[in-house]
């Protein structure tokens, strides 16, 4: 019987093919707008480090103004001081720990025709690629020493190894960066986590950088930031030495914890060290620091803002106006086919089994604007990465469950649309049209 209802309801389509036409437009174009919003919304709210959520936390002390509080979510500025930093790094309670942040070389290759050119970068300790799992092609981290003192080493990304090597094994080559040769160490694999955790404070959204130099590195270079600096007091010193000893923040923090006696360790020796800090006239403001999961800090950060939220709302009421008119011509066409229905209920049908056969066609309508649904949703997701330029590639994109929510959208709306039609159609007296046959 369920083939026999599918075989009425396309010889109905195909009956009427500009109704047809118009209510399979109207579902694909509430389908397609909201899942434009809904994709984006739900691949900005991914965490890339779900796995690791409830060992890794994101570092944040309250060294700021004794004046105001930070303009952050929790009042804690987001990143540390580059001296703060260095007392960090002294600490063994923490498994694995990071300090980073953002920066550009220029690159180019010895003996080559090729241009220089420039390439974001992350200056970062060793664990960096332990801690956020990422995987290595070829060779691997620098070793200790280079996190504390100048060793020129670079591990490159594979895009960037394609470039330069043509995916070659590069390990023990060469390249000069800002007129300086390194030598690279490791060449990683395709990894582009998205949202980019580790990095809320410049562009949640955009590619992981190309090359990874060593923390070490700062004072022979003079590195400072590609990214957020904020600060509120000058540094003894003059130069890049009085930089590194203001308080001006720049460094993100993480850490990798296993357990809970360990993080209270952690604590605690983040509690003695604001307090020595503060006797040497430092930290003036109440003590406060926090320890964020990846999760807490997707939030913290308002990685999904309010704006997307209601983007999401308005989608779907467009979607629901679109139902809207996708009842009035599935009312319209089946009032039609009352006739053939009024005989059918003569000949035994029961107004259940109409109903069903009417349901069946909403059913296909929507299975077929769910199509179209998903190929306007890609086209919508296209111009939003273009427009974007770039910012958004990572998560301007439509994966496989998204696509199979689109289809059931679709046929979620189309049933909705169907159901008033379907039992106007069901209620059919029989005897009306008996006498006009």
Known sequence: MFGYYISLALRS????????????????????????????????????????????????????NPKEAANTANEIPWQLTYQDTQALL???IPTRQVAMHRFGFTVQLENSSMRPFTASTRVTTRDFFSLFDVPFIYGGTWENE?????VAVVVLSKSMNDKLFSGEDSVGKSIILNGEPFTVVGVIDHWEPAPKVYDL??????????????F????????????????????EGHGYEGFLQSEDIWIQYWVEINSSDQKAQYEDFLTAYINGEKIQGRFERPLKFALSKPSEWLVLNEVLRDDNRVLGWISLAFLLVCIINAVALLLAKFLRK??????RRALGASRGAIFTQHLIESSAIGLIGGIA???????????IRYLAMGQMDTVATMDWIMMIAAIALALIASLLAGIYPAWRISRTNPSIYLKTQ
């Open 90 to 92: 002294r600490s063994d």
């Open 216 to 235: 070490g590195l700062h004072r022979k270079l003079e590195i400072y930031s590609w990214g957020n600096t904020n600060g509120w007091k000058n540094g």
């Open 373 to 383: 649904g998903i190929f306007i949703a890609v086209m919508g997701i296209s111009g």
């Open 146 to 150: 280079a996190d504390s003192s100048h």
């Open 201 to 214: 404070n410049n562009s949640a959204f955009g590619s992981a950088e190309k090359l990874f130099v060593p």
């Open 13 to 64: 389509l195909r009956g009427t093919p500009i109704l047809s036409g118009l209510m399979i437009s109207a579902i694909a174009v509430g389908v397609g707008a909201s899942m434009t919003v809904l994709t984006l919304n739900y691949m900005m709210s991914q965490n890339a480090l779900q796995h690791k959520d409830d060992v890794l936390f994101a570092v944040q002390l309250d060294g700021w």
């Open 338 to 343: 009352a006739p053939e229905a009024g005989v």
